[in-house]
């Protein structure tokens, strides 16, 4: 499904969260930004971020009844946690997650990290 945003498509997506560390999070698909991503936490499982490049953007639901992990690529940087770090969205919360550069994503609003 795509939602039109301004001149872009806007993709959404569903994401079956999975894994409790970045190497085994649910990877969102790359080719996908700008994207409406929607996955389900549940205080344990997570998605893992793209490789951060500069402009890229996804809007990120947590639909589960617990906290969701949003691990960066390996290497990448998700706010000021450092690298291979991930920030937990509380439950149904959302957040923009926009990368600034090749290894750098901040959030909007800014979550605890």
């Known amino acids: 499904m795509a939602i039109r945003g301004g ?3 806007l993709n959404v997506q569903s ?3 999975a894994g409790t560390v970045q190497a085994d999070a649910a990877a969102v698909p790359s080719k996908s930004s700008p994207a409406l991503i ?11 971020l ?3 490049s500069e402009g890229k953007v996804y809007y990120v639901k947590n639909t589960g009844s617990g906290g969701l992990k949003v691990w960066p ?3 990448d940087i998700i706010n000021a946690l450092g690298a ?3 920030i937990t969205m509380a ?3 959302a957040a923009v997650f926009a990368a600034s550069s090749s290894s750098q994503w ?4 800014l979550l605890p990290s």
Request: negative net charge; proline residues 9%; hydrophobic residues 40%.
């Open 7 to 9: 001149n872009a498509p």
């Open 15 to 17: 994401v079956t969260a």
């Open 38 to 48: 929607l996955a389900a936490g549940d205080d344990t499982v997570g998605i893992r």
């Open 50 to 52: 793209p490789v951060a």
């Open 73 to 75: 690529a390996t290497g």
């Open 84 to 86: 291979n770090n991930a």
């Open 91 to 93: 439950t149904v919360t």
């Open 106 to 109: 901040y959030t909007i609003p």
